[in-house]
């Protein structure tokens, strides 16, 4: 029998009931964070990410970077490895301790920050020049207005002509019941299958099965590629580019994550 660990309660199948924001980071429980990092697998990720951030970011002159999904590092310590100057932001506590163990044993220190994306500018201030938000780490946000609010949070740290970079699961495909994982992007480990284990129009649940036999969910909004677009858009954010698995043309249902790049003016 697994050793299921969800936090956060299962809603019903109509997507009536949903995780407070408060709760988000509930999901990410210790044993769960434990074993992130086997679940990416860093190396195969970065293999398979090769330079698409770091050559977007230097094509715009990009210094200071905000890594506002911090997660457990990833992306931190890569652009802190490319030069970048970064600071980590997560609202997971846990995520950020291991964000900052894994910077130390590279032979970094991660400037790391514990914060609700809501109230980002009472935690950060400055200006950068672009904002990382990847990991599909958006969809954890359910309430319209917060994502209105939290995008209009983002282009506040970002200095004018500046990068917003940000990421969702295809969640087209997954609402229409067409998505298939290649396990080429993203969640590259292969010590855990992830499936869809509920889909609607205002509610996604994942499912991680381990090979030890536990078992975690997380839940997030069902964000659509125009629908975000369109989001970026309304957010002031312009010369919105669309990526499919780090290609510019893709098709909609045979891609795995949906990459937007935008420019605040």
């Known amino acids: ?55 977007r970011l230097r094509a715009a002159g990009a210094r200071r970077v905000l890594d506002v999904a911090a997660g457990t590092g990833f992306h931190s310590v890569a652009l802190i490895e490319a030069g970048f100057e970064v600071v980590a932001v997560d609202g997971s506590a846990a995520m950020l301790e291991q964000a900052r163990a894994n910077a130390a044993r590279r032979g ?8 609700d994306w809501r109230e980002l500018g009472t935690k950060v201030t400055g200006t950068f020049d672009a904002v990382v938000c990847l ?33 969702h699961r295809n969640f087209d495909a997954i609402r229409a019941h067409r998505y298939k994982s290649s396990g080429n992007f993203y969640y590259c480990g292969t010590g855990a299958k992830v499936s869809v284990d509920h889909a609607d129009e205002t509610l996604c649940r994942f499912r991680y099965d381990f090979a030890d036999r536990e078992t975690y969910t997380l839940e997030v909004y069902p ?43």
């Not at 970094?108 to 914060?115: S, Y």
């Not at 677009?229 to 698995?245: I, K, N, P, Q």
């Not at 909609?252 to 990459?259: E, N, R």
């Open 223 to 265: 964000v659509l590629e125009n629908e975000m677009r369109g989001l970026l858009e309304d957010a002031g954010f312009e010369a919105v580019e669309t990526f499919g698995d780090f290609k510019r043309v893709f098709d909609i249902y045979a891609t795995d994550f949906v990459i937007h790049v935008a420019r605040r003016p």
């Open 1 to 55: 029998m697994a050793d299921t660990q969800t936090l956060a309660p299962a809603p019903a199948p109509t997507g009536d009931a949903r995780p407070a924001p408060e709760r988000f980071a509930e999901q990410y429980v210790p044993r769960f964070v434990d074993k992130w990092d086997a679940l990416i697998d860093w190396d195969r990720r970065k293999a398979s990410e090769a330079d698409f951030f770091v050559e």
């Open 135 to 167: 990991g599909s780490s958006f969809p954890h946000l359910f309430d319209a207005g917060d994502r209105r609010h939290v995008l209009g949070e983002f282009a506040a740290r970002i200095a004018p002509g500046g990068l917003l970079m940000l990421d």
């Open 108 to 115: 970094h220190t991660l400037e790391a920050i514990h914060a």
